[in-house]
């Protein structure tokens, strides 16, 4: 039960890399659309898409931990019910 915590923390922080990589491309998004004319209104939107795409990521990883968790944790209690 102690590497609970350490499959949580390593969950967070590939989804925290997850979301600095994205924003790394968004600022190169940035940097390269004055260079290719995109209208300031239409890179704001490609920026948005990625941010929204970032941040359902993100509450994916987040189910995705908490059922884990659920599951290790009806495991762990079945395990432990005596047998009638």
Do not use: H, W, Y
């Not at 039960?1 to 190169?28: E, F, H, Q, W």
């Not at 995705?64 to 944790?73: G, P, V």
């Amino acid at each position: 039960m102690r590497d609970l915590p350490t499959k949580t923390r390593k969950a967070r922080l590939r989804a925290l890399a997850a979301i600095g990589v994205g924003l790394i491309v968004s600022c190169a998004i940035g940097l390269v659309a004055p260079a290719q004319t995109i209208a300031p209104a239409e890179a704001q939107a490609d920026r948005d898409n990625v941010v929204r795409g970032l941040e359902a990521q993100f509450q994916v990883g987040l189910i995705r931990e908490r059922k884990l968790a659920d599951d290790r944790e009806d495991q762990l209690l079945s395990g432990a019910e005596p047998d009638s």
